[in-house]
């Protein structure tokens, strides 16, 4: 498991072709505490939105992942993997 996770929340929206989409905000993250747990730290907080079950406020922790450009340029270094790049349509945010 990864020492830290990135917290986003996403917004579903309508492109002007008329498709859904998703657009994710990094808006903080979770570090490993030493019991196994997670300290969350936000740098800003998500509104809430109507979805199906109602009125609902999410936040997803996944883990980073390498912008492109930052895979393309990489180092010897691989401690630094600040995120960017996460698919809209992730699976694994369970329909988020």
Known sequence: MSERLDALTAREYT?????????????????RTRDGGYSITLEALPLPTMGERGLETRIVLMVPRQREDQQNNRR?????????????DDPRTGGY
Do not use: L, M, P, V
């Not at 989409?21 to 993250?29: D, E, R, Y």
């Not at 401690?79 to 698919?87: E, F, L, Q």
């Open 76 to 88: 010897d270094d691989r401690r630094d993997n600040r995120g960017g790049g996460y698919d809209r």
């Open 15 to 31: 492109d002007r072709d008329g498709n859904k989409k998703t657009s994710w905000t990094k808006i903080g993250a979770a570090f």
